[in-house]
């Protein structure tokens, strides 16, 4: 059995198969990727009805028998529409409890294409406004016009804005991680970015203000030292530790206080070697200087090579499954 490449007519008879582009690419992606290379995109998706995205939403709503409608904003209204009304749908919907209330089946009515977010937004005031004047009582809960939040949307501008105020990448990383993809989606990302100072901070950072506002959120020198070495070093270096550091707890345990049996219960709240090493130093150390390491954290054993009965076996089940598969892009 081999597969044959990807015709016009097979490309068309996969595109039949699914209601959007994203269900396409989705499940048949060697099909959309032959049809955009050869130009039948338009030729085989024209049954295909456009969907929208977080920056292209269209107004629909849904008017009932007993005067009573619902506006809403969506990006995917057959989505929305099975959100709305599916008994399965674990989302609170005006919809769905006005129809378990009454009875009744609404109409659900398209009102713009899919346009502009902004734009759609003032849209969906305007509708509302039509259907209270029309006489409608709006089962809408919150007040129309607004964006969801997750679907945040910044310009180069605020982008800019918002990136600069950091001192360098590296609290970028740390706090605005989102930021960052948005900017490289859009292309903004070396332009505003290199006007960071790279993963480094600047030199003389780390004030006397900025090591008192971190010693603050640690109750010893050992957390204090684990959260970050450099402004432990640099209080040291500026002989600040009694003015910044000397209400911190500074117990020091006796030497050879890490005995076998201390080591081994220090480890059973360790998940590795290396969380081990992060959370108990010097129980580390001394589990390694004394040779308890593997004893605490035992290899795990090589799992055996399958035999050639079981290899054939898999290679049968991939080869059936990859069969079942492909039924519609593959001829006998």
Partial sequence: MSRL??????????????????????????????????SWIDDICSHILPIGNKYRRCVYAYEFPDNHAYVGLTCNLDNRHQNHTSS????????????????????LVQLTDYIHYLTAAK?????????????????????????????????????????????CTKDVYEKHPALLTKCREHGWHSSIIKKLNGSKRPNNYWTKERCAKLVKS???????????????????????????????????????????????????????????LKKFPSAHDA???????????????????????????????WQIRRANAKTNIYKQ
């Fill in 5 to 38: 490449k990807w015709t016009y007519e097979a490309c068309k008879e996969a595109a039949l198969e699914c209601k959007t582009k994203t269900d396409f690419i989705r499940i048949y992606g060697g099909a959309y990727q032959s049809a955009r290379h050869n």
């Fill in 88 to 107: 399965s749908s674990t989302a609170y919907s005006a919809v769905r409890d006005h129809m378990l209330k009454t009875g009744l089946t609404p109409r």
């Fill in 123 to 167: 849209e969906e005031r305007n509708w509302q406004n039509k259907y209270e004047s029309s006489g409608f009582t709006m089962l809408n809960r919150m007040a129309t016009g607004s964006l969801a939040l997750r679907n945040t949307f910044y310009t180069k501008e605020k982008c800019k804005e918002i990136l600069l105020s950091f001192g």
């Fill in 218 to 276: 640690v109750s010893s020198v050992s957390e204090l030292i684990q959260k970050n070495k450099t402004v432990y070093r640099i209080i040291w270096q500026n002989k600040w530790s009694d003015e910044l550091t000397s209400h911190l707890d500074r117990t020091i345990k006796p030497k050879g206080y890490w005995n076998k049996a201390l080591c081994k219960e220090a480890s059973l709240k360790a998940k590795s070697k290396y969380d081990f």
């Fill in 287 to 317: 589990s390694k200087r004394n040779g308890w390491l593997n004893e605490f954290f035992p290899k795990r054993a090589k799992r055996l090579p399958h035999s050639e009965e079981t290899k054939k076996k898999m290679r049968d089940a």
